[in-house]
């Protein structure tokens, strides 16, 4: 167990519809990252956040957007689903916002299944 | 970021030690070295970083070659719980407290365990 936590665990919903998934990260990791593994493009980074702030953006679109809120848990949005919005999505956290040796961990993950 | 490759796939037999390569030829003198794996159907975990020693912990070793421009993880007696996909990515310690904390997963090598 990692401690850092993930709800929904699976999630299916329908093209154009929003969803929203939440993290919350390690007691004391202040820095939130999210990631989408797919099977054709496997994982990637597409925002992250450090004591409520975005500190860098990956491949995210859109119509995707996240927050941090004060408590330090993360929401990230997906709006106007399409099919290929199908994914498993991770969340991280870390104690930092940098890299080097800054070690993440990930929570369990959401699946979402967009018919 | 510099680029790493390792090779798709690789077998082991419970037990017995398993040594997974990665060239990162275009290494930088200020990139460390991390190894991450994911076991089926969760989210990746940390295993073990490096910069330029060679690096033991309770889950793996990590042998650094002189020129840094290889480096190979180590599991001492692989067991069926190792089965998993392991990444090595670089991360640059000048990035420490920045804003580019993000891990760059490749494809990784996926490793089966017999028993």
């Known amino acids: 167990d990692s401690g850092v936590t993930q709800t929904p665990k699976h999630l299916i919903t329908a093209t154009g519809q929003r969803v929203t998934l939440r993290c919350s990260p390690r007691s004391g990791d202040l820095s939130v990252y999210w990631y989408q593994q797919s099977l054709d493009q496997g994982l990637q980074f597409l925002i992250q956040y450090y004591n409520g702030e975005e500190r860098a953006k990956g491949n995210i679109l859109e119509r995707f957007s996240a927050q941090q809120f004060p408590d330090l848990h993360s929401e990230l949005n997906l709006s106007s689903l399409e099919l290929g919005d199908s994914a498993l999505y991770f969340c991280?956290?870390?104690?930092?916002?940098?890299?080097?040796?800054?070690?993440?961990?990930f929570g369990p993950g959401t699946r979402l299944t967009v018919l | 970021d510099a680029k790493t490759t390792q090779p798709n796939s690789m077998e082991s037999n419970e037990e017995e030690p398993v040594h997974l390569p990665c060239n990162h030829s275009t290494i930088s003198g200020t990139d460390y070295i991390h190894w991450y794996r994911q076991l089926p159907s969760q989210g990746p975990e940390y295993v073990i970083h490096g910069l330029t020693s060679n690096v033991n912990n309770r889950m793996a070793s990590l042998a650094i070659a002189e020129d840094r421009k290889s480096s190979t993880l180590i599991l001492h007696r692989a067991t069926l719980r190792d089965a998993a996909v392991y990444y090595c990515i670089l991360r640059d310690l000048r990035d420490y407290g920045g804003s580019q904390g993000n891990l760059i997963f490749g494809k990784g090598t996926k490793l089966s365990v017999k028993p």
């Open positions: 991280a956290s870390s104690v930092g916002s940098g890299a080097g040796y800054n070690e993440q961990f």
